[in-house]
C-alpha cells in the first residue's frame, strides 16, 4: 500500500522551530519530486518547499529563508525544517510527491499534520 507519512506537527510560540518529516511507504522516492503544502481552512492550498529528485529545493517568499527542505532516499523521508515561526504559518501541511521522472504519472498525499504558532 502507498501511502505519506507526516509527523513532527505540534504548537510552538513564535521564532521557535519545528520539523516536519515525510515517509513515503510502499514506493521509493528517489525519482520523485516531493512538496510541501500548507492549508489553513477556509484558504486553497499553498505550495511551501518543494525538492527535485536531483535535489534542487525552491520555496515560497513567504518562507524563504525561514525554512528548508531536504531528502534522504535511502530512508524514503523528505524533512521540513521550519525555523522563526510566525503565527501566520499556522496550517496544515501536507506532503506530497509526484513521479516518477520522466513520466511523473503517479501523485500522492499524505494525511497532513497540523502546526500552531502562538503565544
Known amino acids: 500500500q502507498v501511502q505519506l507519512v507526516e509527523s513532527g506537527g505540534g504548537w510552538v510560540r513564535p521564532g521557535e522551530s519545528l520539523r516536519l518529516s515525510c515517509v513515503a511507504v510502499g514506493f521509493t522516492t528517489g525519482y520523485y519530486r516531493i512538496n510541501w503544502y500548507r492549508q489553513v481552512p477556509g484558504q486553497e492550498r499553498e505550495l511551501v518547499a518543494e525538492?527535485?529528485?536531483?535535489?534542487?529545493?525552491d520555496y515560497a517568499d513567504s518562507v524563504r529563508g525561514r525554512f528548508a527542505i531536504s531528502r534522504v532516499d535511502t530512508m524514503n523521508t523528505v524533512y521540513l525544517q521550519m525555523n522563526s515561526l510566525k503565527p501566520e504559518d499556522t496550517a496544515v501541511y501536507y506532503c506530497n510527491a509526484n513521479g516518477p521522472w520522466p513520466a511523473y504519472q503517479n501523485d500522492y498525499w499524505g494525511q497532513g499534520t497540523s502546526v500552531t504558532v502562538s503565544s
Open positions: 525538492i527535485s529528485a536531483a535535489g534542487n529545493a
